[in-house]
């Protein structure tokens, strides 16, 4: 109920503020639960993920440290997040969103490079996909990278990629995993250029804005 409320409150102020998004390929969304990947590229971008599959509802990683606060502990609880040690993840990080996963009702947001400094994939996605036999399904943004910036009303858009299901027979070694890495990569990389063929990303959080 609150997961609801507050992404149609969220969607309110985001219309108001920039206008309306546009989203590309939802009818390519799965019916059921997957792993929504992408490149991470503002922090504001998994709201625009969520919103654009709407109306499935999502759970998502977030660092411990934030649960240490009470009030967004409780806020984090309400949306679904589940905690996570970045520094040495155990077992909870995959088994988890397994769980979640398995169970139906949610789906799953990933950033695979971890961090929107890097743009180096990692294999946990591919690990949680497999062994909740849910695929995986690209999505790119693009747009303002800063909230400042979401003011100006440049054009938002979300794009969806066809969904990559990982075969039970594949191992996921590091072939295995480089394999993956690839179809993740190049469906990035074809969503990117169908939106705007000259983009190219910019880590802004460098720079003064």
């Known amino acids: 109920m609150f ?3 507050l992404r149609g409150l969220i969607r309110a102020i985001l219309f108001l ?16 639960p997957y792993v929504l990947v992408g490149p991470h590229r503002t922090w504001f971008d998994p709201v625009y993920f969520a919103l654009a599959a709407s109306p499935r509802k999502f759970s ?14 409780w806020l984090l609880y309400h949306v679904n997040g589940f905690s ?13 969103p397994v769980r979640l996963l398995r169970q139906g009702d949610l ?11 890097s743009a180096e994939l990692k294999g946990g996605a591919a690990v949680i996909a497999k062994m909740a036999g849910v695929p995986l ?9 800063t909230f400042k910036r979401l003011f100006s009303h440049k054009p938002v858009t979300v794009a969806f990629g066809v969904p990559i299901t990982i075969d039970r027979k594949l191992k996921l070694n590091e072939e295995g995993q480089a394999q993956i ?13 169908e939106i705007n063929p000259n983009f190219h990303y910019i880590d802004v959080t460098s720079k003064k804005d």
């Open 3 to 5: 997961y609801s409320f």
């Open 17 to 32: 503020i920039n206008g309306r998004a546009t989203y590309l390929h939802r009818e390519d969304l799965p019916d059921g």
């Open 60 to 73: 998502f990683m977030a660092k411990e440290e934030l649960f240490q606060n009470p009030i967004f502990r």
């Open 84 to 96: 996570v040690n970045r520094d040495h993840p155990g077992p909870s990080a995959i088994k988890t």
């Open 107 to 117: 789906s799953l947001i990933m950033f695979p490079s971890g961090s929107r400094h």
């Open 137 to 145: 399904v690209p999505a790119v943004y693009q747009g303002p990278l």
């Open 181 to 193: 890495e690839k179809l993740m990569q190049d469906s990035f990389d074809k969503l990117d250029k």
